[in-house]
């Protein structure tokens, strides 16, 4: 009687736990919801020894539904129940909330920002510092989508040419480095052409997103202007060796279809048909004859470009006696800014040389690159060069030390210095090899627009583009232009100027060692000159 009353009481007990089972209790704290699921425990009672052991299982199963499911057995001697206890917690994003600021009295949290689903990586780096700017200005964290991608939403702000109704009713005409923007219907679209959409992203925001409770308007009708430019603190003089004005006219019209040959070369331009340096503001030439030659080499001519000095040809950061003359990479680095030589040759080449070293003559290679690791050492100069790449991985790569080096001396606050050359249109025109001199010509552009993007999110950057000399003596007959030689000539070089201070280039003549005098005095600083030196800076 006793053993059947004790089972009647397990069996009671048993029946109360399956009351409890497959039950869920959820409860919320703020954003984070916790569910706790309970099954039973296996108890196993054997009436012979009156034993009872428990077992913990790890796993719970759910239907779809999501109830939990048990398996209950009861026999004669045994009972068998499962219990599982699991815990989890599921955090929900909180919700936005919607900003204050106003643009053409919509609140920016309603906006998207839209981008051409085929547009350069200029335009989508745009995009994306706007949708960054306005998220530090204003706490508005916009989506941001191709055109090809979404539907059009109620209000937006298109970059660049899409899709959009706003985009074809925005046909402005622009010249040179302008770009244009409107508003229409709810939305907002700014164009500019190649990089100059980078110039367009940051004159929005510098106007327009001014600040959390700011209300701003954009102006309905179709509006030019002009990028923004700030008093110079960083220095970029990019250098074409070789490149003679002809040179800068061998991409238009060239059939970009034959880039694509059987080594692998394949076209890497934007789809231009120009040199990017015509787009600058102001333009000029200089004479690069050396202090004893008509027609310099490049090692003179670098040491021109860097010291401000006319020295003998071979020479490397020397004067006409051999005595070692400081070059604007120096002065900067002493004035505490950040300095870089670039290339896409070796670092001992002439120009690299040039402005990071002092040799008698410009083949003492280990010379040469002993002064460039004392100039790193004593002012941390980044040396990076040899990029001799025709491809676009290459250009790529190109882009991303462009990229490293721009971002390290963006670090000092008192500015920088950096010169970037490059170095194959010369070689090319020296063997007289037309297309591949055209080849390095786009992939200069492609460098240059590289800084000039950085110029326009940075305008307190000043860009000049010129030559060491002109190689080939480069000739149109016909249309189409041909190496008269395989030399270096006498002409003159063009230069190309953007940035405070630099209109004192245009239109003008000049020698090519008031470039780096120009610099300096711009610098707040001057280079050294010999008492018989004609040719001051200019302004």
Request: aromatic letters at 10%.
């Amino acid at each position: 009687m006793k053993k059947l009353t004790a089972l009647l009481m397990s069996v009671i007990l048993l029946l109360g736990l399956l009351s409890g089972c497959g039950k869920t209790e959820e409860k919320q704290k703020g954003d984070t919801a916790t569910t706790v699921s309970t099954t039973a425990s296996t108890t196993t009672t054997t009436a012979a020894d009156s034993t009872t052991t428990t077992e913990t299982e790890g796993t719970t199963g759910t239907t779809a539904a999501g109830t939990t499911v048990n398996d209950t057995a009861v026999e004669t001697t045994t009972t068998t129940t499962k219990v599982t206890t699991t815990t989890s917690t599921v955090t929900t994003a909180p919700t936005k909330p919607a900003a204050t600021a106003k643009l053409n009295g919509v609140s920016l949290s309603e906006y998207v920002i839209v981008y051409d689903n085929e547009a350069l990586d200029y335009t989508e780096r745009a995009a994306q510092y706007i949708h960054d700017e306005i998220l530090k200005r204003t706490g508005a964290d916009l989506e941001v989508v191709k055109d090809i991608t979404a539907d059009p939403a109620k209000h937006e702000i298109v970059v660049g040419e899409t899709d959009r109704a706003i985009s074809k009713a925005l046909d402005a005409k622009t010249e040179g480095l302008q770009f244009s923007l409107m508003a229409k219907d709810g939305h907002v679209a700014m164009e500019g052409d190649y990089f100059v959409i980078a110039a367009a992203a940051y004159y929005f925001v510098t106007t327009y997103i001014t600040g959390k409770t700011a209300s701003t308007t954009v102006p309905s009708k179709a509006t030019v202007c002009d990028p923004i430019v700030e008093k110079a603190n960083n220095y970029i003089l990019l250098i074409g060796d070789g490149m003679g004005e002809n040179h800068t006219m061998l991409p238009k019209g060239y059939d970009k279809e034959r880039m694509y040959t059987d080594d692998g070369t394949t076209d890497f331009t934007d789809g231009e048909d120009f040199f990017y340096g015509h787009l600058f503001p102001y333009a000029g030439y200089a004479r690069t004859r050396s202090y004893d030659s008509d027609v310099t080499d490049s090692a003179a001519a670098a040491t021109a470009l860097a010291c401000g000095y006319k020295t003998k040809n071979g020479y490397i950061g020397k004067d006409k006696d051999k005595k070692d003359l400081k070059s604007i990479t120096e002065l900067a680095g002493d004035m505490g800014m950040g300095t870089a030589v670039m290339s896409t040759e070796g670092q001992s080449g002439a120009t690299p040389g040039g402005f990071s070293a002092h040799a008698d003559f410009r083949d003492m290679y280990d010379d040469i690159k002993a002064d460039q690791a004392a100039m790193t050492e004593k002012y941390g100069t980044i040396v990076q060069c040899k990029y001799d790449y025709y491809n676009r991985m290459g250009m790529w790569s190109i882009d991303l030390y462009i990229d490293k080096t721009l971002a390290e001396l963006s670090k000092n606050d008192k500015g920088f210095f950096m010169m970037y050359e490059e170095a194959y249109i010369d070689k090319h025109s020296h063997n007289q090899d037309e297309e591949k001199a055209t080849w390095a010509v786009f992939r200069f552009n492609q460098a240059i627009a590289r800084f000039m993007e950085y110029a326009f999110y940075n305008p307190d950057t000043m860009v000049i583009i010129t030559a060491d000399h002109e190689t080939g003596s480069l000739t149109n007959m016909g249309g189409k232009y041909y190496c008269a030689t395989g030399d270096h000539s006498g002409r003159d070089v063009p230069v190309y100027a953007y940035g405070v201070g630099t209109e004192v280039f245009h239109e003008q003549t000049i020698e090519n060692v008031q470039i780096p005098k120009t610099i300096a005095k711009l610098m707040g600083s001057s280079l050294a000159s010999d008492t018989d030196d004609k040719y001051p800076p200019l302004g």
